[in-house]
């Protein structure tokens, strides 16, 4: 999962809510009373994105549009592809601007008392100094994710040249971007989200 910016846009503004909505990745299994109630209802409001968005029909139209030698990559692709539309459109789903946002993103995530996986504490970090966030707004940007993704990986895989497959579909992947998270912000709304900055 490497939908950073989507997960923190369905969180509510505390540390502990922004903090459970991104370690939805790092964390299995039961998550009851392992750690304070809003980063507990953060890391279920993740499961929840990530279950609607694996079974989602339009997700699944931008996953057949990346080629054959990725395509077992596909699922990470989008997830940063998706990432960058919700950058670019940004304006669309929320009255504060994306610079103040990630700004109080980075605060938020620095400012927790909460005892977290190495890992993930790991992960936070790059994020904060690398300004990863920042980074999915330009194509620039994108290439150089999907290459530290690439690094990350034990495997050999062909995520290097990943942006390509952005070049080559981007204006199919916006057009299913924006019809896609709409239905998502209205599923997560049906399930009882308080949030104060998803547009009515």
């Known amino acids: 999962n490497m939908n950073y910016l989507a997960h923190l846009f369905f969180s509510d503004n505390t540390p502990h809510s922004m903090l459970g909505n991104l370690l939805g990745d790092f964390i299995k299994g039961n998550v009851e009373g392992k750690f304070p109630l809003e980063v507990v209802e953060g890391i279920r409001n993740h499961r929840k994105v990530d279950t609607f968005t694996a079974s989602n029909d339009i997700v ?6 990346i ?3 990725r395509y077992r990559y596909a699922g990470i692709i989008i997830d940063v592809v998706y990432d960058h539309f919700l950058s670019r459109n940004w304006d669309f789903y929320s009255s504060a601007g994306l610079d103040e946002f990630i700004g109080t993103v980075y605060k938020n995530l620095v400012n927790h008392e909460v005892r977290i996986p190495h890992n993930a504490g790991l992960i936070i970090e790059k994020m904060i100094q690398e300004d990863w966030l920042r980074s999915y707004r330009t194509m620039e940007g994108v290439d150089t994710t999907f290459k530290r993704i690439s690094k990350r990986m034990r495997r050999k895989n062909d995520l290097w040249t990943a942006v390509d497959e952005l070049e080559v579909n981007y204006d199919r992947l916006n057009m299913h971007f924006l019809k896609f998270f709409p239905e ?3 599923h997560l709304r049906g399930s009882g989200r308080g949030n104060l900055h998803l547009p009515e």
């Open 60 to 65: 699944s139209s931008s996953r057949k549009l």
């Open 67 to 69: 080629s054959k030698e």
């Open 184 to 186: 998502l912000i209205t």
